[in-house]
């Protein structure tokens, strides 16, 4: 399974329900670059995917999932099977 497909798979199950989110509090890949805030969770907003600080934070970014490795990737994944 590619890279690209993982990306597919996670997008398409937060997309399905908009109140789903995916815990990924040990990503730190996945951090702020600008403010330097943690990741918590990874949410369907504005049709793309996007990390947020803590659970209903109003406070989030652009999720760069292309920049995991396949095994993060794997991992995300993992969680909503």
């Known amino acids: 399974m590619t890279k690209k497909q993982l ?7 937060l ?7 995916i ?3 040990e990503f730190n890949t996945l ?3 600008r403010w330097g805030m943690h990741p918590y969770c990874l949410v369907y907003h504005d049709n793309e995917v996007f990390v947020r600080a803590w659970s209903g934070a109003n406070l989030y ?3 760069q999932l292309d ?3 396949k ?11």
């Open 7 to 13: 990306i597919e798979i996670i997008t398409n199950f």
């Open 15 to 21: 997309k399905e329900d908009r109140g789903k989110e």
């Open 23 to 25: 815990i990924v509090k």
């Open 31 to 33: 951090r702020n670059g």
């Open 61 to 63: 970014w652009r999720a």
């Open 67 to 69: 920049k995991l490795t």
């Open 71 to 81: 095994t993060e990737l794997l991992n995300i994944v993992a969680k909503i099977n």
